[in-house]
């Protein structure tokens, strides 16, 4: 038994730091977007409208993950956000579609505003037909109003259970501010019938933007901010008295999700063609909290899984099973939470994490020390310890960082 | 290596599934083209807050494609075949799942939709595909669009012998209440309009958020106004809520009697008929219509959906939808969408159980009669006026709108959808 391999054994045993991006996370993701890219060339338009949604849902649900699995703030209104970036993409859609097609509506404005005794565009409104000002509005606005309501809350240590009921709430209002101005907002029907962007090269982009998020956010959960975040997440007060400013991390990671789900509702108004009331309430808040906890809320991955297996599910039951599907989807719920209690990719997480700890275990019995098998064992931990250094691992040397 | 190899046979089942996902879903719905059979859409809510109502339009639209079916089908013996889908209350999913019956599913057409929120989120669907939507409610008109073609009643049909005759019968000061939306914000205007025309005035006019069941201030503001008639366009939980709180206060339909176009033998089977009786109610058609053609369809409709089951005039109208639908398709002997919106619907007749309808010639509205009832102890509706004749549709009303009307026959309109403008809709400048 040499000095080397005692200590690789005994350091893959007691720390190990995941890389940053793993080779599978790479294929796989690749594989994804490889599918879901080129889907449209052989499949549905149906499927293809369906799959351009899940991906925006999927965004939406990450930022709820971001903030609820990482930082332990559990919101209930993040479609606030989601519906902000919605309203002002379909605004200026339907603007500039209005002004565009004047007999549609017998006017240049949209058929809401003259239904509700509007003569022209409000002038605070009108810059938005600019499609250019809508995106920075949509930048700008939701993630404002996060930090607002961040700097009230958190500074204040508004946590758990009370940020959950303050968020909820907001959400409401949004939901009713919306309905009552309806000369604005087209109120309960929504805003409908714009130029719509459904088609495979704006499938493109929504991926190419999903992918980024995800990068983002993967970057920003193993980088240190994220270590600190998940020592909020656990014992805030002890994050605290190791001279760390909670409030300060909490808001910069709500901003962050929130303009995320802004960009996510941005995306799903280009793409649905459809805005309505119920894409700022409570209703989507929880849905969102559902499918981040189904796919596994304290994983980046989670909740994509998450919303393509509970929406998939939904529309695949719904059709097959009229009478019943609800019946099933709450079967299903229960099923997750009892016995996947931190989502499918936490669970299978953990099981890795599990199974790599005994491996690790039985390798620092003298299993994998000499002989063929080290090379193997060694190569294996090239690529997949973040401990050390590629060629560290290679050849046994201990390298290591922390 | 025991690990190993279980490590990658769940690495290569999440994949495979993932992969194989879209693969089984597209696979789902590759069924093969039976050509003795014509697909039609049914796209009503089966769950959510609409369900109720949507519900009872299904059952309708079902009960009619059976009894078409059963009396030999359509174009030479083929069968109708319903595609149901639920959109669950959620004008979103209405979109999709009007995308999935089109593309899809290639259904001829699609009988479907309640509120006007999810006509409107699915109407653009329609217009891209070049589909065909049939829409059984009444609902505030100021649309025609060539992919759709409207059953229900528009403001002139519910409202134009109904306000005169409330004016005259109770009195000219009307209270003004209605749930806020476009339909009451727009039955309103129409109203306000006609009381203005007829001698009435508003003594205030108040809308209440959807959803919102709490009436007492209302209630109050009512009892120290004293108007001669409270208009209400409240819809659905609301109807309940408002008509239980206002006898609970203690007036009565003989002090102030509540006039309306919305409430339905439904809303009064879930309000308990003594709340609702001795107010007005004006529609198109009531359950208790004396004709053999309603005598049938009642009966009918009850022994296949149950005894306590009621009818209401949206349903009547999904029900004699269907039968247009049929009647086109013998028509034209064609499933093309263009045959079928040009030459097959419109002008089509049926004997329906309020009496002799008619599609318009050139808006894609419906001749319908007006009826004003009034409710009985049994929940039911006694007829108190009838319109002598039926009543031509006019989506954009002409009290409000003089200079605009909606005409597909017009050569401005047909250039414009001959030229594949995404404006699909007939409305002119006249």
Not at chain 1, 175 to 203: P, R, V
Request: hydrophobic share 45%.
């Amino acid at each position: 038994m040499t000095t080397a391999s005692a200590e690789l054994g005994r350091a893959r045993f007691t720390l190990r730091r995941e890389p940053m991006f793993p080779l599978w996370s790479i294929f796989g993701v690749a594989a994804v977007v490889a599918i879901l890219a080129t889907y449209p060339l052989y499949g549905t338009e149906y499927v293809m409208n369906l799959l351009g949604m899940f991906v925006c849902f999927s965004i939406f649900a990450l930022s709820i993950s971001l903030i609820w699995g990482f930082a332990g703030i559990l919101s209930l209104g993040q479609a606030i956000y989601f519906g902000m970036g919605a309203y002002f993409i379909a605004l200026s859609l339907k603007l500039s579609y209005a002004a565009e097609n004047p007999t549609r509506y017998g006017g240049t404005i949209p058929d809401y505003m003259e239904w509700n005794g509007l003569t022209e565009v409000p002038a605070i409104m009108a810059p938005l037909m600019h499609i250019e000002v809508a995106i920075v509005c949509l930048l700008f606005f939701p993630t404002l109003l996060a930090f607002i309501f961040g700097v009230i809350t958190f500074k204040r240590h508004i946590y758990g259970v009370y940020c959950a009921v303050i968020t909820l709430a907001e959400a409401l209002i949004l939901q009713e501010f919306i309905i009552e101005y309806q000369a604005y907002t087209g109120g309960f029907n929504g805003i409908t019938d714009y130029e719509t962007y459904n088609n495979m090269y704006f499938l493109w982009v929504i991926l190419a933007v999903a992918v980024l998020l995800f990068g983002t956010s993967r970057l920003l959960t193993h980088s240190r901010i994220g270590t600190v975040l998940k020592s909020v997440r656990d014992n805030d007060v002890r994050a605290e008295f190791n001279g760390y400013e909670v409030a300060n991390y909490r808001i910069f990671v709500f901003c962050f999700a929130s303009m995320m789900a802004a960009i996510a509702g941005g995306l799903y108004a280009a793409w649905m063609g459809i805005v309505s009331h119920l894409d700022t309430g409570p209703i989507l808040s929880i849905e969102g909290v559902i499918w981040a906890a189904v796919g596994g809320r304290a994983t980046v991955i989670g909740p994509f899984i998450g919303t393509f297996l509970v929406k998939g599910a939904e529309f695949f039951l719904s059709q097959q099973l009229a009478w019943a599907w609800q019946l099933v989807m709450g079967l299903l719920f229960i099923f997750v939470v009892k016995f996947m209690p931190e989502g499918i990719m936490g669970t299978i997480g953990k099981s890795i994490a599990m199974g790599r700890q005994r491996r690790a275990y039985a390798e620092s019995q003298d299993a994998y020390q000499s002989g063929p098998m080290a090379v193997v064992a060694r190569l294996r931990a090239a690529f997949t310890d973040g401990n050390r250094g590629f060629m560290d691992n290679l050849l046994g040397r201990s390298g290591r960082r922390d | 290596m025991k690990i190993n190899r279980r490590r990658f046979l769940k690495t290569a089942a999440l994949t495979g599934t993932a992969a194989a996902f879209p693969y089984f879903y597209t696979q789902k719905f590759a069924k093969a083209e039976e050509s003795d059979e014509i697909k039609v859409g049914i796209l009503h809510s089966l769950s959510g807050t609409i369900a109720i109502i949507e519900r009872s339009l299904h059952n309708a639209e079902l009960m009619a494609i059976e009894e078409i079916n059963a009396a030999g089908g359509v174009m030479g013996g083929k069968k109708l075949v319903p595609v149901v889908e639920d959109p669950q209350s959620v004008v979103r999913v209405f979109r999709q799942k009007a995308k999935k019956l089109l593309l899809q599913d290639k259904v001829v057409a699609v009988l479907g939709c309640y509120t006007s929120a999810s006509r409107q989120s699915v109407l653009p669907e329609f217009e891209n595909n070049n589909g065909i939507l049939l829409y059984p409610t009444l609902y505030e008109a100021q649309e025609c669009s060539y992919n759709c073609f409207y059953t229900g009643a528009v403001p002139n049909q519910q409202l134009d012998d109904f306000a005169p005759w409330v004016i005259d019968k109770f009195g000219p000061r009307h209270y003004l209440i209605g749930a806020n939306y476009i339909y009451p914000k727009e039955t309103n205007r129409e109203w306000k309009a006609l009381l203005d025309n007829f001698g009435g005035e508003t003594v205030a006019e108040e809308y209440a958020p959807l959803g919102h069941t709490e009436f007492a201030t209302n209630i109050n503001k009512i009892a120290s106004l004293q108007p001669d008639v409270v208009f209400s366009t409240l819809v659905g939980d609301q109807i309940v809520a408002f008509y239980k709180q206002f006898k609970q206060f203690g007036i009565t339909a003989e002090d102030i009697p509540i006039c309306t176009p919305i409430t339905t033998e439904q809303e009064i089977k879930g309000m308990g008929p003594e709340y609702a009786l001795g107010h007005y109610t004006s529609f198109n058609y009531f359950q208790s219509v004396d004709s053999p053609e309603n005598a049938d369809f009642v009966s009918r409709y009850k022994a296949t959906y149950g005894e306590d089951e009621v009818t209401n005039a949206v349903m009547e109208a999904a029900y004699f939808q269907t039968y247009f639908l049929a009647q086109a398709l013998d028509k034209t002997g064609s499933t093309d969408a263009d045959a079928l919106i040009t030459e097959g619907l419109p002008g089509q007749e049926f004997q329906a159980p309020q009496g002799k309808v008619k599609i318009d010639e050139k808006n894609h509205h419906t001749y319908l009669w007006a009826r004003i009832g009034q409710a009985r102890e049994d929940g039911q509706f006694d007829i108190v006026w009838k319109s002598e004749d039926w009543i031509r549709p006019d989506p954009w009303v002409d009290l409000l709108y003089p200079d605009r009307d909606c005409d597909f026959t017009d050569p401005r309109v047909i250039e414009r959808i001959k030229s594949g403008d995404r404006d699909r809709s007939g409305t002119i400048e006249i």
